[in-house]
């Protein structure tokens, strides 16, 4: 199982970035998929997440009406498309795997994840 993150860089306030992550050794339409993140001196946190099953959508307060996630299962890859980015949307982005059928209540626990890619740069900058 790889994960393979890209899409980072360095963007003004309110300008625009879609991650990507291109999934081998499974199926991103069999999984719950998601999106976390650690910036300077924080923990990581959770900042989206979709299901398999009708493809249900889930994110983190902060980036609600700004973030979409979605997922292309022809290209087998999850995608992030960030929009109106802020300053302390700075941080590495993670694409994740959850582990088996995880409920809503613990998408944004780090315990249910069972594989991480590596992480993508995003610095929010003018």
């Known amino acids: 199982v790889q994960l393979q993150a890209s899409g980072g860089g360095l963007v003004q306030p309110g300008g625009s970035l879609r991650l990507s992550c291109a999934a081998s050794g499974f199926t991103v339409s069999s999984y719950v998929m998601g999106w976390f993140r650690r910036a300077p001196g924080k923990e990581r946190e959770f900042v989206a997440a979709i299901k398999w099953s009708g493809g249900s959508t889930y994110y983190t307060h902060s980036v609600k009406g700004r973030f979409t996630i979605s997922r292309d299962n022809a290209k087998n890859t999850v995608y992030l498309q960030m929009n109106s980015l802020k300053p302390e949307d700075t941080a590495v982005y993670y694409c994740?795997?959850?582990?088996?059928?995880?409920?809503?209540?613990?998408?944004?626990?780090?315990?249910?994840?069972?594989?991480w890619g590596e992480g993508t740069q995003v610095t929010v900058s003018s």
């Open positions: 994740a795997r959850y582990r088996g059928a995880p409920i809503r209540s613990t998408l944004s626990s780090t315990n249910g994840v069972d594989y």
